[in-house]
């Protein structure tokens, strides 16, 4: 079993309106030094595969075909053994 | 200057109903060996910091007064100098 954590972000092209929102609300509690916020989403799948290659195959597959939009969107992600480094 | 990479997750206990429909929707694609999915949101901060531990400390503390319901959820986040590791 392995836990797969994913970060979708919108591509630095594209504008991201509800990230401005929150870089406007944080600057409007003082912090000024936080120049630029980006909001994207995070998605944790629990996959029962045998190896972690196999994980990140079907995480990969899972992303490309119904988590991201590939035409906006960026993704990344890490794959963890069940049990280790996760709450 | 730093990015601040944030996971903010909702909480195991919490119900997550986002989750729960990705979910049925990858099995119903054929994804039938993800178990559990929970989504989240992931923030990317750009800081004007002059250290790493600084960047960290206004992380913190715009995850707990505004980015993370202290209440239903849980983040965790890494530093990076800006120009190393980001698109």
């Not at 797969?4 to 929102?21: V, W, Y």
């Not at 030094?33 to 045998?50: F, H, M, N, P």
């Amino acid at each position: 079993m392995f836990i797969s954590k994913i970060n979708i972000r919108i591509r630095d092209t594209i504008l991201d309106p509800q990230g401005k929102a929150v870089e406007h609300s944080l600057q409007s509690i003082g912090f000024n030094s936080v120049k630029d916020t980006r909001i994207g989403k995070y998605i944790e799948l629990k996959i029962d595969a045998s190896t972690e290659k196999e994980a990140g195959k079907i995480t990969e597959e899972a992303c490309r075909k119904l988590l991201a939009n590939p035409v906006m969107e960026d993704y990344e992600f890490e794959i963890f053994p069940f049990g280790e480094k996760n709450k």
